[in-house]
C-alpha cells in the first residue's frame, strides 16, 4: 500500500518536472559566463538555474495538487502548503532525487513481486516523515478509481535516480547533493553543496584504463576549469610604455564543434555518453554560451554541418557581428569548415576555398576541405596616420583515416600552396600567417614536423606513422611513401608553391638560359677535345680544369622545354612559411600531455593553432628549429586539459563540454608602425 501511495503520490511531480526539463536545458549557465560582459543573443542566452525557493516550491505544489488531486478544495490545499513550507530544505530534495530520472525517459521493465517489494521499502526509508504526510493527505482525497489505476504501474515504483547514471557506468551522485539535471548542473554556478562525484569513469572501450578518481569531491564546472594564461609579459615591445599604440590585439578561436550527422553515423564512439547530452538543440546552446563568453574576433570551425550552419549557425553568429565564409566538404559528405571574422575588426581582401579532392589520384582521393582568407585589420580612427599588414587565416580539417598518412601530407602540401599564394606579399615577404584546424595528428608526428620545422625526408616511410597514431593501427598496411609523392599535373612544387612559372613553353624554338648552359663547362664532354677539330696552339689545345669541389656526375633536366625547378633533396618536402605552435603540448604542472579530444576513450592533441614567426639560427641543422615573435606576437592562451582530467568527467563530450574536441583559443598583437 505504501508502495502504491508514493507512486500515486510522486507520478504528478515526475510529470511536472518532466514537462519542466525543457525549460531547465536552457537554463543552463557556465560560472565563466556568470562573470563575463560580452554581449548575448536573446534566443541563445538564459538565466543562471539555481535551486527552487521557497514561492517557486509552494508554486509547484499548488500545481501538483490541483492537477494530481482535483478533488482537494483551495483551503485544503492552502494547509498543505503551509505544512510544506515547514518541512526541511533537504526533505524537499528527496523528490526530485526520485524523480529526475525522467530525464533519460527510461524504460523500466515490470519487477517481479519480490524486487518491486525491496524498491518499495528502500523508498520508504528515504522519504521523510514530513512528505510522507503530505503525500499519505492528498491519496485520501483522490478516486479510488485512481489509485487502482496507478497501484497497476509498476514501472514508477522501481526507477530510482542512480539509473541514469548506470547508463554509463559510473559512480552515483551522493543522496546528500542537490540533483538537478546534469546538463544544468554543469551550468550553474557553484554552491556550496554543488557537488558530484569524481570517481573515474568506466568506459566501453577495450584496453582502456580507468584514472584513480580525485581525492574529494569538488564542484563538477571545476573538474574542467581552463586558465587563461596570460603571456604578454614575454612579449618584447620596441618602445616602452607603446603597448597599446603599437599592437593591433584580438583572439582566434579554432573549434570542431562535433556535426550531429557524424554522432549518428557512428553511435558507437559515444556509448558512455548520456543521450540527452548528444541532442543537437542541447549542444547547439552550449556552443554558443561558450562562443559568446570567450568572444573572439575570428572563428574557425570544423565539422559545420551544412544544413545546421545556414540555418542556425550563420544567422546567430552575423547577429554577434561576425561575417562568415563556409566551405563544405566535397562528394555526398554534409559538413564543412568556416572562418568566421568580426566585421568591426576585419576587412575581407580575399577568400579562398581549397578542395583536396582530385580525380583520378589515389593520394588525393578523399573529401576533406580547407579555406584561406586574407583579412585586413581595421584600425581606429586615433590610429590615423599608421600602417598594418594584412593576415592571412587559413583552416583545415584534414583526413583522419591513421593507415593514409600519404593523404594527409598532400592534403598539407596543398594548403600550404594556397598560404603560400595568398600570403606572399609584393616585395616577396610573407604577411602574418595563422593556421588553424583538426589535423588528425599528434605533436612530433612526421607531419607535425613538416608544417613546424618547414621539411620532411617522407622517403620509404610508412604511410602509418606520418600522423603519429600508431595505437589507431591495429593492422598497419606496408604501404609507403615514394618520390614523388604526388604527379608533376598537380602543379604543386616539393616546395609547396604553384608551379605557375614553370609552365611548359609553347615555342617551338628552345631557349636556353645562361644558368642552364653553365652547367655542363666541367662535365666529360667539355674536357674532352673531339678528335675531328682542329688543333690551333693556344686556341683548341686548351682543355679546362674541372675544380675539385666540381661534382663527377651532373643530373640535370634533358628537355628544356620541361620544368628547370627539381627538388634540391629528392624525397621531401618542404615550405617557407615559418609556423610554430600556440601550445606547448605539455602540462608542466600536472607532468602530462595536454589533450584536445578523446578518441574512443585514448586522448590525444590533434586540434591546433599555428602562427608565423621569426626562426632563430641554431647551429644544429638537424634539431628542433626554433622562433620568436615577429611582426605576429602571441600574448595569451586558453589552457588545455590532460586525459585523466577529462576522464574523471565521464570524457567528451559531457554536459560541460559539447564536442568531442576542446575549443583552442589565443591572443596576438599585430604591430602597425607610422607612414
Not at 540 to 560: C, F, G, M, S, Y
Amino acid at each position: 500500500m505504501i508502495g502504491t501511495v508514493l507512486c500515486y503520490a510522486l507520478l504528478p511531480v515526475a510529470r511536472l518536472l518532466r514537462a519542466l526539463r525543457d525549460a531547465f536545458f536552457t537554463c543552463r549557465k557556465n560560472i565563466l559566463l556568470a562573470k563575463s560582459t560580452a554581449p548575448r543573443i536573446d534566443s541563445f542566452s538564459a538565466p543562471v538555474s539555481g535551486k527552487p525557493v521557497l514561492e517557486e516550491q509552494q508554486a509547484l505544489l499548488q500545481q501538483w495538487l490541483e492537477e494530481g488531486a482535483g478533488g482537494l478544495h483551495t483551503n485544503e490545499s492552502a494547509s498543505r502548503i503551509e505544512k510544506l513550507s515547514a518541512i526541511s530544505a533537504t526533505e524537499w530534495l528527496e523528490g526530485p532525487e526520485i524523480l529526475m530520472t525522467s530525464l533519460s525517459n527510461l524504460n523500466v521493465s515490470p519487477q517481479s513481486d519480490d524486487q518491486e517489494q525491496q524498491h518499495v521499502q528502500t523508498v520508504e526509508t528515504e522519504v521523510s516523515p514530513g512528505l510522507q504526510e503530505i503525500v499519505e493527505t492528498a491519496l485520501a482525497s483522490c478516486p479510488a478509481e485512481g489509485q487502482e489505476a496507478v497501484g497497476d504501474n509498476a514501472v514508477w515504483a522501481a526507477v530510482r535516480t542512480q539509473a541514469d547514471l548506470e547508463v554509463i557506468n559510473a559512480a552515483p551522485l551522493s543522496t546528500e547533493v542537490w540533483i538537478e539535471d546534469p546538463a544544468v548542473l554543469a551550468w550553474s554556478p557553484a554552491l556550496e553543496s554543488d557537488m558530484v562525484s569524481t570517481e573515474g569513469a568506466v568506459w566501453p572501450f577495450q584496453n582502456a584504463g580507468q584514472f584513480q578518481p580525485l581525492p574529494a569531491e569538488i564542484p563538477y564546472h571545476e573538474i574542467l576549469w581552463r586558465d587563461w594564461e596570460d603571456l604578454s609579459a614575454q612579449v618584447c615591445i620596441p618602445e616602452e610604455g607603446a603597448e597599446t599604440e603599437s599592437l593591433f590585439e584580438f583572439r582566434v578561436m579554432s573549434y570542431n564543434i562535433l556535426a550531429q550527422d557524424l554522432i549518428e553515423q557512428s553511435p558507437h564512439l559515444y556509448m558512455h555518453c548520456h543521450p540527452d547530452i548528444l541532442n543537437w538543440n542541447y549542444r547547439l546552446t552550449n556552443l554558443f554560451q561558450e562562443i559568446q563568453h570567450w568572444d573572439p574576433d575570428i572563428l574557425c570551425l570544423q565539422e559545420a554541418q551544412e544544413n545546421h550552419y545556414w540555418e542556425q549557425l550563420e544567422p546567430a553568429l552575423v547577429m554577434m557581428g561576425f561575417a562568415c565564409i563556409y566551405k563544405r566538404r566535397t562528394g555526398r559528405k554534409t559538413d564543412g569548415c568556416a572562418i568566421c571574422y568580426k566585421q568591426s575588426r576585419f576587412q575581407l581582401i580575399s577568400a579562398s576555398p581549397v578542395e583536396y579532392f582530385r580525380p583520378g589520384l589515389d593520394i588525393l582521393n578523399r573529401d576533406n576541405v580547407g579555406l584561406v582568407l586574407l583579412l585586413q585589420p581595421l584600425l581606429h580612427e586615433s590610429f590615423e596616420g599608421t600602417a598594418i599588414s594584412p593576415l592571412c587565416v587559413a583552416n583545415t580539417h584534414v583526413l583522419y583515416n591513421p593507415h593514409r598518412g600519404d593523404i594527409k601530407l598532400a592534403q598539407m602540401a596543398l594548403l600550404m600552396a594556397e598560404i603560400d599564394k595568398t600570403a606572399k606579399m609584393a616585395n616577396g615577404n610573407y604577411c602574418p600567417i595563422i593556421l588553424c584546424g583538426d589535423l588528425n595528428s599528434v605533436p612530433d608526428s612526421p607531419l607535425y614536423k613538416f608544417i613546424r620545422n618547414g621539411q620532411l625526408y617522407y622517403q620509404g616511410m610508412p604511410a602509418w606513422k606520418v600522423s603519429g597514431q600508431e595505437e589507431f593501427c591495429q593492422h598497419p598496411h606496408q604501404r609507403k611513401l615514394l618520390s614523388p609523392l604526388w604527379p608533376s599535373s598537380l602543379g604543386i612544387m616539393d616546395n609547396c608553391q604553384y608551379a605557375t612559372l614553370c609552365q611548359r613553353k609553347t615555342s617551338d624554338r628552345r631557349k636556353y638560359s645562361r644558368e642552364f648552359l653553365l652547367q655542363f663547362r666541367y662535365c666529360d664532354a667539355a674536357c674532352e677535345r673531339p678528335a675531328e677539330l682542329i688543333l690551333l696552339e693556344g686556341v683548341t689545345d686548351a682543355i679546362p680544369d674541372r675544380p675539385a669541389h666540381w661534382p663527377k656526375e651532373l643530373t640535370v633536366v634533358n628537355n628544356p622545354d620541361q620544368e628547370l625547378f627539381c627538388s634540391r633533396n629528392p624525397g621531401s618536402v618542404q615550405h617557407g612559411l615559418n609556423l610554430t605552435s600556440v601550445y606547448s603540448h605539455f602540462l608542466p604542472q600536472r607532468g602530462r600531455p595536454e589533450i584536445t579530444t578523446m578518441p574512443m576513450g585514448v586522448g590525444a592533441t590533434v586540434d591546433y593553432i599555428f602562427y608565423s614567426a621569426e626562426p632563430i639560427q641554431n647551429e644544429n641543422e638537424g634539431s628542433r628549429k626554433m622562433y620568436q615573435d615577429g611582426a605576429l606576437k602571441l600574448l595569451g592562451r586558453l589552457s588545455l586539459l590532460s586525459d585523466d582530467i577529462l576522464w574523471s568527467a565521464y570524457g567528451l563530450p559531457n554536459p560541460f563540454c559539447s564536442s568531442d574536441h576542446l575549443c583552442l583559443l589565443a591572443s596576438f598583437g599585430l604591430e602597425h608602425s607610422n607612414f
